[in-house]
């Protein structure tokens, strides 16, 4: 059974930092496009970050730019998000997702096969 679980969200002041992980069971990463998406109450899914499968491309939200950083090691079937300079506004939970990598279209979360269960994010001013 494919599966996806975050884990590292937690409370965090502004201006802290935090590292999420996306760990996979059931199969093997490889070839697999990851993108990391975020969802506050009565707002849509928002794009985050997202890594090719090979890890040498990576995209960013504007609003994540030059703080947000998503890495990968397909070794350990892990993919990782790191956050830094964190702004309330950050808050929300945070769902990493996976496909199959065709090069596009990484910020568009329907395009996305398998999703984690989510982690939440609270960033304190």
């Known amino acids: 059974q494919l599966q996806l679980a975050e884990s590292g969200g937690t409370l965090a002041q502004s201006g802290g930092s935090l590292r999420l992980s996306c760990a996979a069971s059931?199969?093997?990463?490889?070839?697999?496009?990851i993108g990391w998406f975020r969802q506050v109450p009565g707002k849509e899914r928002e794009f985050v970050a997202a890594?090719?499968?090979?890890?040498?491309?990576?995209y960013y939200a504007d609003s994540v730019k030059g703080r947000f950083t998503i890495s990968r090691d397909n070794a350990k079937n892990t993919v990782y998000l790191q956050m830094n300079s964190l702004k309330p506004e950050d808050t929300a939970v945070y769902y990493c997702?996976?496909?199959?990598?065709?090069?596009?279209?990484?910020?568009?979360?329907?395009?996305?096969?398998?999703w984690g269960q989510g982690t939440q994010v609270t960033v304190s001013s």
């Open positions: 890594i090719s499968w090979s890890g040498g491309s990576t």
């Open positions: 059931g199969f093997t990463l490889d070839y697999y496009a």
């Open positions: 997702a996976a496909r199959r990598d065709y090069y596009s279209d990484y910020d568009l979360s329907y395009e996305y096969d398998y």
